[in-house]
């Protein structure tokens, strides 16, 4: 069975207020980290089975969907980076099962890159059993993921390349001689790992920010292959 999917790493820009991630919430599955309250409320308006757990005291990772899971597991203490984390934005997961899908919405440090590729070998080691598996988060490195990280995609057969060309994240620059007016990089932050699965329909949702920096949604749809 197909199914679409809405993922993203919540900003807390102004442009980026509930208005923006309405519009995109009708999908089968959505899949958050770092949202708060706000989104939350919107997310459980629109799914009849929302699941969510405290990535730190502010956010929460989020897994919601149209169809009643088979099971749902939350991650938090067990993580390599958890304790690490705490003086970042937290990390945690939520895996959940639906027929012979699973899902693993994971957030991860960013500043440490041995702590973030031990959960990621946890995730894909321990927790992934599904043939069929998405396992989808933020791992923010830039230009492109340590070869570390793709030795354990390729130990454990996972497909981390869907968003090698996508623009997930902005950053506004400070004004330059040759940017008089300031500019904006884009960068690839955020990832779709798969198993057993095609992704098709891929998109990030631009929507520019007047300052700092932000995460973009990702939709895209997947099936078996």
């Known amino acids: 069975m197909m199914y679409s999917v809405t993922q993203w790493a919540v900003s807390r820009s102004q442009e980026h207020k509930q208005d923006y991630l309405e519009s995109k919430l009708d999908s089968d599955i959505c899949l958050l980290s770092r949202c708060r309250e706000n989104h939350l409320d919107m997310v459980k308006q629109k799914f009849e089975h929302v699941f969510y757990g405290p990535q730190n005291n502010e956010y929460n990772l989020v897994c919601a969907t149209k169809f009643k899971p088979d099971s749902i597991d939350f ?20 895996t959940m099962t639906i027929g012979d899908l699973q899902t693993i919405n994971f957030a991860t440090v960013h500043g440490h890159e041995t702590l973030a590729v031990q959960d990621v070998k946890y995730f894909l080691n321990n927790i992934a059993v599904k043939d069929k598996c998405l396992v989808a988060g933020d791992l923010h490195w830039e230009p492109s993921l340590p070869k570390s990280f793709h030795t354990i995609f390729d130990r454990y057969e996972f497909d981390a390349s869907h968003t090698d060309h996508l623009i997930t994240f902005s950053k506004n620059k400070i004004a330059k001689d040759d940017h008089p007016n300031g500019w904006v990089q884009g ?12 992704v098709n329909d891929l998109r990030s949702c631009n929507k520019p920010i007047s300052e700092g920096q932000a995460h973009w949604i990702v939709q895209y749809s997947i099936d078996s292959i």
């Open 75 to 94: 991650l938090d203490a067990e993580l390599p980076s958890y304790e690490y984390s705490q003086c970042e934005e937290g990390s945690g997961a939520i």
């Open 187 to 198: 960068y690839r932050h955020d990832r779709i790992i798969t198993k057993g699965l095609k």
